[in-house]
């Protein structure tokens, strides 16, 4: 499902590899941590995985597509097939909840009457029934994950991308993000998440791959923050 075969990046003007010749499989409906101290390069990999940057060597495989060679043309459709979710929640705005999560389906072109069954559905799966007419200023930080949640999830991708989606949430909020997170990898989507939060990685026991200084020097099953 994803694939980093020898992959280096070194960004313009650095001294030395963001990322020093890294090899990670993932198979599908996988759930890995990625971890490591602040510059080590996890951010890098998401990154890589979402092409918005390539790698200087090597090949990064995602839905069997070699990321790093696709054509400029065809990146928009790719990303919208992957779900993400960051630390800083990233909803517009001006939108609701439901439009926040609508949006995600107009711009691959599904109609409002799908918008108007499939919303309402994902928006009580992530707890936020009720409240789908609230503006992100109107809900808490743990409910405005979960709208970022519902968005990433409501197109059903194979991939989810998680970049420290609890950093900026209490341990009991992210521990109800985790929930659904974990939810969402039982139905049979791959999940990578990059985090900090040694509690999650130490709850959830899943595989855990750490990196140092842009090599992983760490790939354990069911593994803990250490
Ligand atoms: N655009 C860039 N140009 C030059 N160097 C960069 C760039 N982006 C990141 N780096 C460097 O690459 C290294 C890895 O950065 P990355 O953001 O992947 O780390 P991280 O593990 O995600 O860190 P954090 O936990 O602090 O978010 C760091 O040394 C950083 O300074």
């Not at 990064?60 to 065809?74: A, E, K, T, Y």
């Not at 789908?132 to 949640?149: K, M």
Request: net charge positive; hydrophobic share 40%; with cysteine.
């Amino acid at each position: 499902m994803i694939r980093l075969e020898r992959v280096t990046k070194t960004y313009p003007k650095a001294a030395r590899p963001s990322l020093d010749n890294v090899d990670v499989a993932i198979d599908k409906g996988d759930f890995v941590f990625f971890i490591g101290p602040s510059g080590s390069g996890k951010s890098t990999i998401i990154k890589l995985l979402l092409r918005e940057i390539t790698p200087t060597k090597g090949r990064v495989v995602v839905n069997n597509r070699d990321v790093g060679s696709m054509r400029s043309w065809r990146i928009p459709t790719f990303r919208r097939s992957i779900g993400c979710v960051f630390q800083d929640f990233r909803l517009l705005p001006n939108r609701t909840a439901y439009e926040n999560v609508a949006f995600a389906l107009e711009v691959i072109g599904r109609s409002q009457s799908v918008a108007r069954r499939v919303v309402p559905e994902v928006l009580e799966l992530v707890g936020l029934g009720g409240k789908e007419h609230r503006y992100p200023h109107e809900l808490s930080g743990g409910e405005q994950q979960r709208v970022a949640v519902a968005r990433a999830f409501v197109n059903r991708p194979l991939v989810l991308l998680a970049d420290e989606p609890t950093g900026n949430l209490d341990p009991d909020t992210s521990i109800e993000i985790m929930r659904l997170l974990d939810r969402i990898n039982r139905t049979g989507t791959t999940v990578v998440m990059v985090t900090h939060d040694s509690n999650i990685v130490n709850q959830m026991r899943r595989r855990v791959v750490e990196i140092e200084s842009g090599r992983i020097v760490r790939d354990q099953p069911r593994g803990v923050y250490g």
